[in-house]
């Protein structure tokens, strides 16, 4: 009697517990979906609108008259255009993906190098992880505008002055792939490695500008790793670089996972880039409203394509730390 009695309480008292937890689960979705209240709002009144017009304007002829415009239905006559009549955005489309595919490595890389470095515990890791961050803040607004306009870069060139590294000329280059070719000429390093070496230390200004947000994402992740965890591997007589591989590496592939489709949006919408840009000069050209709306809808559904091939792939590769209940 007294058996059945503590198997009847226990199983009473697994059923609160289970309660508890689901009910502490509810709690914390009602609280999530209550932050991003404001934006669901928002998007359904302002955005999701504009986006239903726009596929409707690449479906469509424009026919704009005085404060009024009337649409017919063309079917997908303006994606051929896009494709077939406009070599330009081809070009534009080609060389933007290509863009995006050493965008992405060398920011992750470069992020998490830094990540690393500003988690060691040094005199004034405050003011360094501020001074880091603040190619972030000056990327935008007001200041995003002047640099786009690109004054300051033009001036220096017409004058003869230092560059910043950031134009594409040969005179402003800091490193040529001659100089990596002769460096890397004995340790049988393929051309394309140099090539992509080269482009990335040439373009480190933007590389840089575009890894604050990265760069503290991934500290979020070094600092949420146990320091318990690297006192037993150096009493295990681990070393830094095992340590790196076994645990550190591991437990932030998650960050590595949201970089990575973040770098990918924030590439999307960026002022430098070349697909948007085109597709904003032909909306301004008359006529070119159903146009550009197609353009940017192909732009988008690739885009989106891309974002779920990294997520598949590196979903395979992520490791999540499984907490004790």
């Known amino acids: 009697m007294t058996t059945e009695m503590q198997q009847s309480e226990q199983v009473v008292s697994e059923k609160k517990k289970r ?96 990540a690393i470095m500003l988690n060691q515990k040094m005199v004034g890791r405050g003011v360094f992880r501020a001074i880091f961050f603040i190619p972030v803040i000056l990327s935008t607004g007001i200041m995003e505008s002047i640099s786009a306009m690109d004054i300051l870069n033009s001036y220096m060139e017409e004058s003869g002055g230092i560059d910043d590294g950031s134009g594409t000329s040969a005179a402003t280059q800091l490193v040529s792939s001659m100089d990596l070719e002769r460096l890397f000429s004995n340790m049988k390093v393929g051309t394309e490695i140099v090539e992509y070496v080269t482009t990335a230390i040439n373009n480190i200004y933007d590389i840089v500008n575009r890894s604050g947000v990265q760069m503290l994402i991934f500290l979020s992740g070094l600092q949420s790793i146990s320091p318990a965890i690297y006192e037993s591997c150096k009493i295990d007589g681990a070393t830094a670089w095992e340590t790196f591989w076994k645990i550190t590496f591991p437990m932030i592939t998650p960050m590595i996972l949201v970089n990575a489709v973040y770098t990918v949006i924030d590439s999307f919408t960026s002022e430098n880039n070349t697909v948007m840009a085109y597709i904003s000069r032909i909306y301004s050209q008359a006529g070119g409203m159903e146009l550009s709306a197609a353009m940017s809808w192909i732009y988008f559904m690739i885009v989106i394509a891309i974002v779920g091939v990294i997520a598949a792939v590196l979903s395979a590769f992520v490791f999540y730390q499984r907490k004790s209940d």
């Open 19 to 114: 309660r508890k937890i689901v009910s502490l689960d509810r709690r914390k979705a009602r609280a999530g979906w209550f932050f991003i209240l404001p934006f669901v709002i928002g998007f359904v009144i302002i955005y999701l609108p504009m986006m239903l017009e726009s596929i409707q304007f690449s479906f469509s002829h424009l026919e704009i008259g005085s404060g009024t415009f009337t649409t017919t239905f063309v079917g997908f006559e303006n994606y051929r255009k896009a494709f077939l009549e406009d070599p330009e955005y081809a070009q534009k489309l080609v060389s933007g993906l290509q863009r995006l595919a050493f965008d992405i490595p060398a920011i992750i890389i470069f992020s998490l190098f830094m």
